[in-house]
């Protein structure tokens, strides 16, 4: 009864292919993330998910797409992958609305060689 | 742009004795606060979070205390058990925006 899961857990790809995670919670949560933990172990929001309306998005590059076929499910896609995408990856969920924690998928940790 | 600091990488403490992890923010409109425990090879967990409105929230052996005006809050933990050891990140966010900022982290080590 995992509350928000990601697969895969490990993903190593080559440059320049094109990949993706799959992320689902089963909380019943109204919005989704994506986060990136880079090197240096920051945290960093990149995309989040609001009833299938994008509404956040940082400056990611637009080789990084999420795909949220219904509400339980973002998934994250990414193309041309570089050198420094690799990273872990996290996927998150929450209840809309202020106040409001966010649960946090395994990671998913992504090498590109 | 960092607007949630988290300035000890690292804290040390004996088991039974305290831990207090501090955390410090520069933006002004965020309004809710969070500190979450992450393990190695796993997500980080909520532990604890405290509005705008309070200064101080406690749940058993966790409490976090605000203070606004000087935009810092911190985390206790009394008794610090060896299972608490995990690296801790600080987080805020705003009333009216999901996105939530995160803080490097502080690997807490509790010595037996």
């Known amino acids: 009864d995992t509350a928000v899961s990601q697969t895969p857990k490990y993903l190593v790809t080559q440059m320049g292919n094109d990949k993706s995670i799959k992320c689902e919670q089963n909380l019943g949560h109204d919005t989704m993330y994506w986060y990136k933990q880079d090197s240096k172990k920051f945290l960093k929001i990149m995309f989040s998910y609001n009833n299938k309306e994008l509404i956040i998005n940082e400056t990611v590059p637009n080789r990084f797409s999420p795909k949220s076929p219904d509400k339980a499910h973002l998934n994250l896609h990414i193309n041309s992958l570089e050198l420094g995408d690799s990273a872990v990856y996290f996927c998150?969920?929450?209840?809309?609305?202020?106040?409001?924690?966010?649960?946090f998928g395994p990671g998913t940790r992504l090498t590109v060689t | 742009d960092q607007q949630v600091k988290q300035n000890s990488p690292s804290l040390s403490v004996q088991e039974g004795r305290i831990s207090i992890l501090n955390c410090d923010y520069t933006?002004?409109?965020?309004?809710?606060f969070l500190w979450y425990k992450k393990y190695p090879a796993e997500g980080p967990t909520f532990l604890i979070s405290i509005s705008s409105i309070k200064d101080k929230n406690e749940d058993g052996r966790f409490t976090v205390f605000l203070n606004k005006s000087a935009k810092h809050l911190s985390l206790h933990i009394v008794p610090s058990q060896p299972g608490d050891s995990a690296v801790y990140f600080c987080?805020?966010?705003?009333?009216?925006?999901?996105?939530?900022?995160f803080g490097a982290g502080t690997r807490l080590t509790v010595k037996p």
């Open positions: 998150a969920s929450s209840q809309n609305g202020p106040w409001k924690e966010q649960y």
């Open positions: 933006n002004s409109m965020f309004d809710y």
């Open positions: 987080a805020a966010r705003s009333y009216n925006n999901n996105d939530m900022r």
